[in-house]
C-alpha cells in the first residue's frame, strides 16, 4: 500500500507560479511511475503531466506544456510539479497518482494510488 499526499495548492494571479508537491510512502518508490492529474468544476479528470520511476521520461498535456516540468526526487520520495504562466483555465484540483511498475501512462485508470488533492485557483 502506497499512500500519496499532495501540498502545494492555493490561490495565484494568471501569470503568476506555484510549485505543487507530494509525498509518496514505501521503500520502492523509484518502481512506481507518478502522474498528475487534474479537475475542474463539471469537467472530467484530465492527464497533465508524467514521470517515469527513474525521472528519465517524462511527458505532458499539450496545455501545459512549456508551462509545467514535472520532477521527482527519489531519495526523498517526492514528486514535484513546477507550474508557471498560469492562467484561468488552470483551475482546478490537482491530485498526484502513483502506478505500479517503471512506465507512466497517460489514463487514469492506469494508477493505482491517489491523493486527496489539492485545489489552484487562478484568478485573472
Known amino acids: 500500500q502506497v499512500q500519496v499526499v499532495e501540498s502545494g495548492g492555493g490561490l495565484v494571479q494568471a501569470g503568476g507560479s506555484l510549485r505543487l508537491s507530494c509525498a509518496a510512502s514505501g521503500r520502492t518508490f523509484v518502481t512506481y511511475a507518478m502522474g498528475w492529474f487534474r479537475q475542474a468544476p463539471g469537467k472530467e479528470r484530465e492527464f497533465v503531466a508524467a514521470i517515469s520511476g527513474s525521472g528519465g521520461s517524462t511527458n505532458y498535456a499539450d496545455s501545459v506544456k512549456g508551462r509545467f516540468t514535472i520532477s521527482r526526487d527519489n531519495a526523498q520520495n517526492t514528486v514535484h510539479l513546477q507550474m508557471n504562466s498560469l492562467n484561468a483555465e488552470d483551475t482546478a484540483v490537482y491530485y498526484c497518482?502513483?502506478?505500479?511498475?517503471?512506465?507512466?501512462?497517460?489514463?487514469?485508470?492506469?494508477?493505482?494510488?491517489w491523493g486527496q488533492g489539492t485545489q489552484v485557483t487562478v484568478s485573472s
Open positions: 497518482a502513483a502506478r505500479r511498475g517503471y512506465t507512466y501512462t497517460y489514463s487514469s485508470v492506469g494508477y493505482d494510488y
